[in-house]
């Protein structure tokens, strides 16, 4: 059984979100999901998230695509990879923070897997969380 590793925020889930979601499940058979943390996010884009961390992993478990899905370390990012031995982890096509050090990373604990890409987004200009959350401002 080939297992897939997914990161991401996950913050106002769209159809972006389920798109690359069901993309990295057909990459095999068992689909892990790890959410970034709430201080996590902030350090990383700047800003809070608009959903706290339990309610956007409970979004993630209720999808019955999605086999495991769990919060991410706030120290290690990488921490999860050496526990869940994936033997593929897929990626976003915007995630670039996550991707700075990962190739080092598996290279030093002599982890073999392929990191794959989405390559196509579904409506980006139209999916996007920092796109629907200035929408949500704009409504308050």
Do not use: W
């Not at 689909?31 to 608009?50: E, N, Q, Y």
């Amino acid at each position: 059984m080939s297992k897939v590793l997914a990161f991401g925020t996950f913050d106002i889930f769209h159809p972006g979100h389920d798109f690359f979601l069901k993309e990295a499940k057909k990459q095999g058979e068992y689909l892990s999901v790890v959410l970034a943390r709430d201080l996590t996010v902030k350090m990383v884009k700047g800003i809070p998230t608009t959903n706290d961390e339990l309610a956007r992993l409970a979004a993630i478990k209720a999808l019955d695509y999605v086999d495991y899905a769990c919060l991410g370390s706030e120290d290690d990012k990488y921490e999860i990879i050496t526990e869940l031995k994936p033997d593929i982890i897929f990626l976003g096509y915007d995630q670039n923070a996550f991707v700075d050090g990962l190739s080092d990373f598996l290279d030093m604990k002599g982890i073999s897997c392929k990191v794959l890409r989405l390559k196509d987004s579904l409506k980006p200009e139209v999916y996007k969380s920092s796109k629907l959350r200035d929408g949500l401002d704009h409504n308050k």
